[in-house]
């Protein structure tokens, strides 16, 4: 199935946190994030990686308009972050959860939906991933700690 709506705008990422609060990430709890990094990320997002992982995952998606309705009514896309795993050089993600106090007020959410909506943030979440450390960080840069050699 094929979600067909406007791409919204990308997260804007909430800074630092403890990366052992993201999923696809494994370090040490006392590591802190790299602001200059998120940034460099958040400027991926901003230019084009939030665009094509978000058309790809609209693509495969069993979301429907009404769940995704109910996604951005609550806010939830803003609610994603992104963190560089250094250890690991990958982009570590954390996916939003449904609150549990917005199930009784929309009309149109069940538990079900719950479940099949936090499943796709973290399709989402894996996508966006993939993108940016498929297409956007350039392994041969000093940005995210690669350096020529």
Known sequence: MTLDVEIPDPPTLHGSQSV???????????????NAR???L???LETGAW??????WAGDTYLTDGEFRAVLELGLIDRFD?????AAADVGYRAPTVPADSVAAHDELDEGDVDDIEEALDSLGRTVSE???TDYIHRTGEEFGYTWE
């Open 131 to 133: 993108v940016l450390e």
């Open 20 to 34: 052992g609060n993201f999923d696809a990430v494994d370090e040490p709890e006392e590591r802190a994030g790299d």
């Open 51 to 56: 665009d094509d992982a978000f058309d790809e």
């Open 38 to 40: 998120r940034e460099a």
């Open 82 to 86: 992104f963190y560089w795993n250094e």
């Open 42 to 44: 958040a400027d991926f």
